[in-house]
């Protein structure tokens, strides 16, 4: 059964520093990308960051370009986020999440076609989710 | 960034309806979209991706379709756990976006 457990999350100030950790069981960690996704309080789902299998590419969203730090440690099926010059929008909840790997042959709506598409920032697991909350 | 609209925000349907939701992208994402399903205090729990591809376990009744900007997801015949928050996803950009959700509630 593959499970994610986030933890770290807890009340900081603005400007302070946190770091999310998720630690992945029952699957090959090192096989997939992974990501955070964050929800604020009774808003929707916005991506926050991604990293590739072997850590090598990292994405981030412009929100939090240049404050947070997504890292993996494949040794110990851990994925990572630090996160600096914390704002009060920056308070959601946080969901690691794990892509799908490689590609799938469909045929799309309204073709005959097969196609090979990449299926790798398609996530078909997720954490529980841990609370961040940033206020003074 | 690409931009993702879903429509309509809310709805309330009964037991056996067909329901849809639409997504749209603020430009040209191919076949790169996926659904979520999110209830209550859950994590999101993936639908279909690539567009059209049911997820393993998820009930025949949900497909989605679509190319280009425009996209749907339907519920043939909804059902009472169908309750809650849809999301639209693209991956065409390595930036990822999802849609603002629609509420889904059963009459």
């Known amino acids: 059964e593959v499970q994610l457990l986030e933890s770290g999350g807890r009340l900081v100030r603005p400007g302070g520093s946190l770091r999310l950790s998720c630690g992945a069981s029952?699957?090959?960690?090192?096989?997939?990308?992974m990501s955070w996704v964050r929800q604020a309080p009774g808003k929707g789902l916005e991506w926050v960051s991604g990293i590739s299998e072997t850590g090598h590419s990292t994405y981030y969203a412009d929100s939090v370009k240049d404050r947070f730090t997504i890292s993996r440690d494949n040794s110990k099926n851990t994925l990572y986020l630090q996160m600096r010059s914390l704002r009060v929008e920056d308070t959601a909840t946080y969901y690691c999440?794990?892509?799908?790997?490689?590609?799938?042959?469909?045929?799309?709506?309204?073709?005959?076609?097969?196609?090979?598409?990449?299926?790798?920032?398609?996530?078909?697991?997720w954490g529980q989710g841990t609370l961040v909350t940033v206020s003074s | 960034d690409i931009q993702m609209t879903q429509s309509p925000s809310s709805l309330s349907a009964s037991v056996g309806d067909r329901v849809i939701i639409t997504c749209r992208a603020s430009q040209s994402v191919g076949h790169y979209v996926n659904w979520y399903q999110q209830k209550p205090g859950k994590a999101p729990k993936l639908l279909i991706y690539?567009?059209?591809s049911l997820q393993s376990g998820v009930p025949l009744r949900f497909s989605g379709t679509g190319s280009g900007t425009d996209f749907t997801l339907a519920i043939s015949s909804l059902q009472p756990e169908d309750f809650g928050t849809y999301y639209c996803q693209q991956t065409y950009s390595t930036l990822l976006t999802f849609g603002q959700g629609t509420r889904l509630e059963i009459k």
């Open positions: 690539l567009t059209s």
């Open positions: 029952g699957i090959t960690f090192a096989a997939f990308g």
């Open positions: 999440a794990k892509a799908m790997s490689g590609s799938v042959v469909v045929v799309p709506p309204g073709s005959d076609t097969p196609q090979s598409l990449t299926v790798a920032n398609t996530f078909d697991y």
